[in-house]
């Protein structure tokens, strides 16, 4: 199983955990990076859009493979989300709202854990 395989189905268990365990922040937190990851692995279409062609249902010629990310994408993928909500939190923290800092912090933990989890693995 690659590293992309583990980490999303290690994903899809903790967040029904945590749907079950109504964690919203977890929740939140857990789709974002499940979200992020299908955006990685998009590939680009270029000027395919401007020729687009509807197709009957289940016509696979629409398909497009996804990209493959290795370890090194997915540190560095988890890392950007990461630092995203640290420096948000920042953000929310001079202006005053450190509520809303503290919930972006403890998003950042999340992942984080994600993170150690990956690294650990790979060494």
Same mark, same amino acid.
């Given at each position: 199983?690659?590293?992309?395989?583990?980490?999303?189905? /290690?994903?899809?268990?903790?967040?029904?955990? #945590?749907?079950? $365990? /109504?964690?919203?922040?977890?929740?939140?937190?857990?789709? $974002?990076?499940?979200?992020?990851?299908? @955006?990685?692995?998009?590939?680009?279409? !270029?000027?395919?859009?401007?020729?687009?062609?509807?197709? #009957?249902? !289940?016509?696979?010629?629409?398909?497009?493979? /996804?990209?493959?990310? !290795? #370890?090194?994408?997915?540190?560095?993928?988890?890392?950007?989300?990461?630092?995203?909500?640290? #420096?948000?939190?920042?953000? =929310? /923290?001079?202006?005053?709202?450190? @509520?809303?800092?503290?919930?972006?912090?403890?998003?950042?933990?999340?992942? !984080? $854990? =994600?993170?150690?989890?990956?690294?650990?693995?790979?060494?």
């Amino acid at each position: 199983m690659s590293d992309l395989q583990e980490l999303t189905a /290690r994903l899809r268990v903790d967040l029904k955990a #945590a749907m079950r $365990g /109504r964690c919203l922040a977890e929740v939140k937190v857990l789709r $974002g990076l499940i979200a992020a990851i299908d @955006d990685a692995q998009a590939v680009p279409v !270029g000027s395919l859009h401007e020729t687009y062609v509807v197709r #009957a249902f !289940g016509d696979p010629s629409v398909e497009v493979p /996804r990209r493959d990310l !290795g #370890a090194e994408d997915l540190r560095r993928l988890l890392e950007s989300e990461s630092t995203a909500y640290l #420096a948000a939190a920042e953000e =929310y /923290r001079a202006a005053g709202h450190h @509520d809303r800092a503290v919930e972006l912090t403890a998003a950042a933990k999340i992942v !984080g $854990g =994600y993170l150690d989890g990956l690294v650990a693995a790979g060494e």
